[in-house]
């Protein structure tokens, strides 16, 4: 089994691979893709090439929104097999970050991807935000915070 942060990579890698079709940086993504799985020899790598291509002309002849929904359907399917190639050749980690870190940088803003793995364990809280702020506070314990409705900001009359 994979641990949690090289299924994360995979995931991330899928959504920059996905994300870069039709866009100025895909023959780089798609170079970057073709040599990560030509690990497995030049007929895979061949095949891989062949399917990016193919799975880009569709996000391409589509509408805007119609790209969307097959950038979501071809997401897992990317991902699942990031999965097979990191578990066939390890050493193919250093390579998918630095692929998924060049397409990100080259994706316009509204492309760009954020990924975030969060585990808490052990009876642990977990709080996690993107993109924004997150502001949590809690009571001393055996204190009971008073009630929204009431007082000022600092819990007063």
């Known amino acids: ?26 023959q780089g993504a798609r170079g970057g893709a073709v040599r990560l799985f ?19 002309a569709l996000v391409g002849r589509a509408e805007p929104a119609g790209a969307d929904e097959i950038r ?4 897992p399917v990317w991902r699942r097999r990031l999965l097979l ?9 250093g390579e998918l970050r630095e692929l998924v870190a060049g397409v ?24 996690a935000v993107q ?8 009571a001393a314990e055996g204190q009971v915070p008073p009630p929204a409705d009431e007082g000022g900001a600092d819990g007063t009359g």
């Open 104 to 127: 990100q940088s080259g994706l316009p803003a509204g492309r760009q991807v954020w990924t975030q793995s969060n585990t808490a364990r052990d009876h642990g809280t977990l709080f």
């Open 1 to 26: 089994m994979l641990a949690e942060s090289l299924t994360a990579l995979a995931g991330a890698g899928a959504t920059a691979l996905i994300g870069a079709m039709a866009t100025d940086v895909w």
């Open 85 to 93: 190639l990191l578990e066939e050749h390890p050493g193919s980690e």
């Open 38 to 56: 030509g690990r497995g020899g030049e007929a895979r790598g061949a095949a891989i090439g062949a399917q990016l291509d193919e799975d880009a």
């Open 131 to 138: 993109g924004g702020s997150l502001h949590y506070h809690q």
């Open 72 to 75: 979501a359907e071809l997401l």
